[in-house]
Structures are given as structure tokens and as C-alpha cells.
């Protein structure tokens, strides 16, 4: 009997099409949805982007980082930097944001790899801090206080007066369409990369590194070459996503860019009750929260406090999260990364199920 490894299911299967179908939705929305659900959507999707990273890093990787709001603020400051002092439009300057995150991800790298456990879980937070008390001192972006985008940077953007034209709305409301079909494509290359990377050596790799990293570097795995591969990858698709994040507020503050409650705490809590270790699961977490946050939005402080019951509860009752604990009783999987064997079968023979 011969065998092949498969990783396909035929639930991934039936996804892969309702996926495509729900992307050719995505893509035209704007032309029959309000201003107010684009808006929600970009949120939806920014979020899920930064969910992804993180559960990439601490999920598959065992690298759990508290600082990732380094990345946001780094990739923000880059773009309206670049906007402000040089001139450059605010589309292509999001390139400059993931560039610039990826450069700030090489000295970061550096000093937190050196420590394991929570000690670099630490020192990721220790680096999101000092890189926000830096960027608070750049005075031409408004330093403490912050600043706004240039009214002329974001009424010229490029693509704001074709999108005006085709859905007859405001300069404010183009550019929240821009920014919403960027965030579409961002999520798609994030969840299509993630995937990709998954299914490859480097994804067998990156678990086993997570799972016992002498161990791995004893089957021959270049543990330090996968880690610095992921770390740099989420630092600069994170700059991205930071930069793009900030481009739809038009405006920037140290506090804001850097917030850790904004861009890592509730980024932990949607992976979290999610499902840790899943691709699925942030997908499930982003949806949970968003439902929360408009449920709870007139809460105040008690907000945040309902959060955190809900991520013990689910931590308690379900460690795995949510998608974990409907997979483990269903056994679906819709982005399936394990290799299964799976015989071969001949021609006029039939498979014994």
C-alpha cells in the first residue's frame, strides 16, 4: 500500500470557495453599504491583521510578545513623518511604515531573543516603551501632544478623486474606502502567507521550535533562523497595518500609537478566546469582540473589566478557545496545517473507509 501526505480537508475545501465568494462581496460593499459599516469593517480587519502576527509569534512561534504595539506606533510615525517632512503621498508612504517597522524589528530582535519565557515577553513591553518616549520627542510630528495628516496630504491621496467619482461621496468618506480595500488586501496576504508558511518545512519548523527549542536545534532545525524570519515578517506587516490604521484617523499621538491596551491587550484577548494556535481562531475572536465592544462601548471602566471575566472564563472552560473547543468536538478544520497519510488507491480498487 502506498501513501501520500495530505493536508486538505473537505471542510477547507467548502471554506476555500465560501471564502472567495465572501471577498467578491467584501470588494464591492462600498457601493451599497453606509460610511458607518465601511468604518466598522476596517476596524474588523485592521484587528484581525494585528491577531494574526501576534498568534503567529506566541501562537505557532512561542514567542509571546507584549510589545507589538511597537510595530503600530513605529509604522505610523514612519508615514506621517514621511508625509509631513518629505512630501510623500500617504499610499505609497505605507510602504515606508512596514519598512521602517522591520528596521526597528532587527535591534529588537537582537536584545529580546536573548531572553526566553516571560523575560522576553518583558523586554518586548520594555522596547514598545522606550521606542514611544523616543518618538514623543520628535517635534516636527507634534511630539507629545501629536499631530494631524496634512489636510492637503489626505484630500489629494492618491485614488480619493476616481473613488469619489464612482460612489458620489466626500473626500472623508473616499478615503475611508481606500483605507478599507487596503485592509482587505493586507488580510488577504496575511491569512494567505500565514497559511502558506504553515503548510511548508519552515511551519514544521517553527513548531517545533515552540514546542522544545533545544530539541529542535538537536534534529538539525536553525531555530535562530525561523525565529528572526517570523519576528521580522510580523514587525513589518505590523508597521503596515499600523500605518494604515493611523492614515484613517488622520491623526497621531505617542499614546495612541503606542497604546498596549489598543494594539496588544485586546489583540491577546481576540487570540485568546479565539483559539491560540488556529487560524481560525482570531477569525472567531475578532467577531466575539466586536460584538462585545458594541455591546459594552457605553460601559465606561466596567468594560475592559467584563473583558477580562470573559477571557478567564474561557481560559477556564475552554483553554483551547472557542474554535478550539467546537474542532476538538467536530473535528473541522477549516485552514488544516497537520499531515495526515493518506493511502493511495489504484485503479479498480476502492478505498476502505
Known amino acids: 500500500m502506498r501513501y501520500a501526505v495530505r493536508t486538505r480537508t473537505r471542510a477547507s475545501r467548502v471554506a476555500g ?9 467584501a470588494v464591492v460593499l462600498p457601493a451599497f453599504a453606509g460610511r458607518a459599516l465601511v ?20 501562537g505557532y512561534g512561542g514567542m509571546v510578545s507584549i510589545g507589538q504595539q511597537a510595530f503600530v506606533g513605529v509604522g ?6 514621511a508625509v509631513i517632512l518629505w512630501g510623500v503621498d500617504p499610499l505609497p508612504a505605507l510602504l515606508l511604515s512596514g519598512l521602517a517597522a522591520l528596521a526597528f ?30 518618538f514623543a520627542q520628535w517635534k516636527q510630528v507634534g511630539g507629545g501632544t501629536g499631530t494631524s495628516l496634512p489636510r492637503d496630504a489626505a484630500k489629494n491621496m492618491w485614488l480619493v478623486e476616481p ?28 491569512v494567505g502567507g500565514i497559511y502558506w508558511l504553515l ?10 521550535v515552540r514546542d522544545n527549542l533545544e530539541a529542535a536545534r538537536s534534529v538539525g532545525v536553525d531555530a535562530g533562523a525561523v ?13 503596515i497595518a499600523g500605518g494604515l490604521i493611523h492614515l484613517q484617523n488622520a491623526r497621531i499621538s505617542p499614546d495612541a500609537a503606542f497604546s498596549v491596551i489598543d494594539w496588544t491587550a485586546l489583540v491577546i484577548f481576540i487570540v485568546v478566546i479565539g483559539g491560540i494556535g488556529t487560524i481560525e481562531g482570531p477569525v472567531v475572536g475578532v467577531i466575539v469582540f466586536f460584538v462585545l465592544r458594541s455591546l459594552l462601548a457605553d460601559f465606561g471602566a466596567w468594560y475592559l473589566i467584563i473583558l477580562g471575566m470573559i477571557g ?40 476502505i473507509q
Open 39 to 58: 468604518q466598522d469593517l476596517f476596524f474588523i480587519l485592521t484587528m484581525l491583521v494585528l491577531a494574526q502576527w501576534w498568534n503567529l509569534l506566541a
Open 17 to 25: 470557495v465560501v471564502a472567495v465568494v465572501l471577498l467578491a462581496v
Open 199 to 208: 503548510r511548508r518545512r519552515h511551519g514544521l519548523a517553527l513548531a517545533a
Open 76 to 81: 505610523a510615525y514612519a508615514l506621517f513623518g
Open 227 to 239: 525565529r528572526w524570519i517570523v519576528f521580522l515578517a510580523a514587525g513589518f506587516a505590523t508597521g
Open 105 to 134: 524589528a532587527v535591534p529588537a530582535a537582537f536584545f529580546a531573543f536573548r531572553l526566553q519565557g516571560a523575560y522576553f515577553a518583558v523586554a518586548t513591553w520594555v522596547i514598545a516603551e522606550v521606542a514611544r518616549l523616543s
Open 163 to 190: 473613488v469619489k467619482s464612482l460612489f458620489d461621496v466626500k473626500t472623508s468618506a473616499a478615503r475611508d474606502i481606500i483605507a478599507y480595500w487596503l485592509a482587505l488586501v493586507l488580510l488577504v496576504v496575511t
Open 312 to 351: 478567564i472564563a474561557v481560559m477556564l472552560f475552554a483553554p483551547r478557545g472557542l474554535w478550539g473547543f467546537l474542532g476538538d468536538r467536530t473535528g473541522v478544520q477549516l485552514f488544516p496545517v497537520r499531515r495526515r497519510l493518506v493511502p493511495l488507491v489504484r485503479r479498480g480498487q476502492r478505498r
